[in-house]
């Protein structure tokens, strides 16, 4: 069985620093492409990291400079590093494992995390 689980969410003043974790189990986790998405409360839930087999990293514009996504193979592991939070980085963030980038991209993603919460205070 699958199993995608988040971890290292919490509560934080702007400007402040969280890393998160994504520990995967029961896939071969080297040959998928991982991303980070997050939903904001009335928002899609839309995808703003993406690391593939390869260790090559996507952002999207918002979190660029800011956020650096990670992967530890040998550890079946996701991190997302994020400093400089701001109050709009407040949402669910979740971990994704796709086949191919595109289905990231897309949002068509198999296999989902349950979600960690992210709450930054101004």
């Known amino acids: 069985q699958i199993q995608l689980v988040e971890s290292g969410g919490g509560s934080v003043q702007a400007g402040g620093s969280l890393k998160l974790s994504c520990a995967a189990s029961g896939l071969s986790y080297s040959t998928f492409h991982m991303a980070w998405f997050r939903q904001a409360p009335g928002k899609e839930r839309v995808w703003i990291a993406l690391?593939?087999?390869?260790?090559?990293?996507e952002y999207v514009d918002s979190v660029k400079g800011r956020f650096t996504i990670m992967r530890d193979n040998p550890r079946n592991t996701l991190y997302l590093q994020m400093n400089s939070l701001k109050p709009e980085d407040t949402a669910m963030y979740y971990c994704?494992?796709?086949?191919?980038?595109?289905?990231?991209?897309?949002?068509?993603?198999?296999?989902w995390g349950q979600g960690t919460q992210v709450t930054v205070s101004s």
């Open positions: 994704a494992a796709c086949y191919s980038a595109s289905e990231c991209y897309r949002g068509s993603v198999p296999f």
């Open positions: 690391i593939g087999r390869d260790s090559s990293t």
